[in-house]
């Protein structure tokens, strides 16, 4: 089955730098890769998304970029704020899968003041 | 987004006991996976919940542990049988909704504590 492996664990960023977050996945049927955003006590937000017919995709200060031919892709968050202090989840899925998610370990982000 | 209501939202009970978790869903959907979120952990499926059927279990969750009942199309419920302290955790349904390309939602999530 698909493995999704996502680094670093943590990340402490300075207020208005940038936060780059990088995921892998083992399955190259795998064509959907979600991005969540979870604040303390919260559910998991879908904050952006990306298919494997593009390479990049922007939203405002967050894009992903995708390389299928080394199967991994990164989270790119520019500007950082204070409310982007968050737990991340990367995620991939496919139709070999079911279309169910798997999703990588997590980014406990800090923005520091 | 879906409006995705999940009761109870928070529980706690005593070891070896069973409870229900209720999902229901505003509009209709293609897709509904139950995830366990263990403290300070990533989602893991549990099972994707089928319509009138016996829902499939991922490696590791059993019927017997996790039974899933989802009647219609809005609504499924989990319960986590036979309870320990390694039950504690938050249950999230999530849901696929009809009519989108795929993206997945989830509920505010049943944080149970298993005392």
């Known amino acids: 089955g698909e493995n999704v492996e996502q680094h670093p664990s943590t990340l402490s960023v300075q207020e208005g730098d940038s936060a780059v977050i990088k995921c892998t996945y083992s399955?190259?049927?795998?064509?959907?890769f979600p991005w969540y955003k979870q604040e303390l006590g919260k559910r998991p937000q879908l904050i952006i998304d990306?298919?494997?017919?593009?390479g990049e995709k922007k939203d405002q200060r967050i894009a992903v970029t995708l390389n299928k031919t080394a199967k991994h892709f990164s989270l790119h968050i520019t500007e950082t704020q204070p409310e982007d202090s968050a737990v991340y989840f990367c995620?991939?899925?496919?139709?070999?899968?079911?279309?169910?998610?798997?999703f990588g370990g997590g980014t406990r982000v800090l923005v520091k003041p | 987004s879906a409006v995705i209501s999940q009761k109870p939202s928070r529980d706690i009970c005593q070891r070896g006991t069973s409870l229900t978790i209720q999902c229901q869903v505003d509009?209709?959907?293609?897709?509904m996976f139950w995830y366990r979120q263990q403290p300070g952990q990533s989602l893991t499926l549990i099972a994707t919940?089928?319509?009138?059927?016996?829902?499939?279990?991922e490696s590791g969750f059993v019927i017997d542990k996790f039974p899933i009942s989802r009647p219609n199309l809005t609504f499924s419920t989990l319960t986590v049988s036979n309870m320990s302290p390694e039950d504690s955790s938050i249950y999230l349904c999530?849901?696929?909704?009809?009519?989108?390309?795929?993206?997945?939602?989830f509920g505010e999530g049943s944080r149970l504590t298993v005392l």
């Open positions: 999530s849901v696929v909704r009809t009519g989108t390309t795929g993206e997945l939602f």
């Open positions: 399955d190259s049927a795998s064509n959907y």
């Open positions: 990306i298919r494997s017919n593009v």
């Open positions: 995620a991939a899925s496919g139709i070999t899968a079911g279309n169910k998610l798997t």
């Open positions: 509009s209709q959907v293609t897709m």
């Open positions: 919940a089928n319509q009138g059927s016996e829902a499939t279990y």
